[in-house]
T-cell receptor, first 112, second 113 residues
């Protein structure tokens, strides 16, 4: 069975600074990897996904993530964050069985 | 063209009562998923359907929880004899199974008093 570990429960950063949110997964089969964002009082929204092909995946709002099979990681990055990026970010993994397992989430707080 | 909808958005019930939570997926989406999300946690998988067939219910906590999708569209998650520990946000998602991208609804916040 697959599982996800998000190593940081909270990440505070200043506006315009770069950020990396870490995600490691475990799975015995090929995986699909996802990052979702949850803004306050809103539902989950897909930021980006890795299904196959290029290991560097670009998503919405300037985010990108890199799939590293040898390190079983899928870290999320943004070179310059905005106040509006303050939200909860969830990494998720799915194998070919069509269900998804989420990490516990990382709360990103962007300060002025 | 609307997204996934869920009703009610908020439900307060007394311990011991049964509740039914509804999910209306995006039209044409084959797969439908139920998750439970506790405060400060990520969504926890409960069960999913392809069309009307329940494919995996391994995440349902106990036999008080059940789900159905009789016509392969709308789904209902039922919790019988609710307990305070059932209080959480219940989220539904749907997907075109091939892409596995799941679109989430706004959730139903259940509070058991």
């Amino acid at each position: 069975a697959q599982s996800v570990t998000q190593l940081d429960s909270q990440v505070p950063v200043f506006e315009e600074a770069p950020v990396e949110l870490r995600c490691n997964y475990s799975s015995s089969v090929s995986v699909y990897l996802f990052w979702y964002v949850q803004y306050p009082n809103q539902g989950l929204q897909l930021l980006l996904k890795y299904l196959s092909g290029s290991t560097l995946v670009k998503g919405i709002n300037g985010f990108e993530a890199e799939f590293n099979k040898s390190q079983t990681s899928f870290h999320l990055r943004k070179p310059s964050v905005h106040i509006s990026d303050t939200a909860e970010y969830f990494c998720a993994v799915s194998d070919n069985n069509n269900d998804m397992r989420f990490g516990a989430g990382t709360r990103l707080t962007v300060k002025p | 063209g609307a997204g996934v909808s869920q009703s009610p958005r908020y439900k307060v019930t007394k311990r011991g009562q049964d509740v039914a939570l509804r999910c209306d997926p995006i039209s044409g989406h084959v797969s439908l998923y139920w998750y439970r999300q506790a405060l400060g946690q990520g969504p926890e998988f409960l069960t999913y359907f392809n069309y009307e067939a329940q494919q995996d219910k391994s995440g349902l906590p106990n036999d008080r929880f059940s789900a159905e999708r009789p016509e392969g569209s709308i789904s209902t998650l039922t919790i019988q004899r609710t307990e305070q520990r059932d209080s959480a946000m219940y989220r539904c998602a749907s997907s075109l199974a091939v892409t596995q991208e799941q679109y989430f609804g706004p959730g139903t916040r259940l509070t058991v008093t």
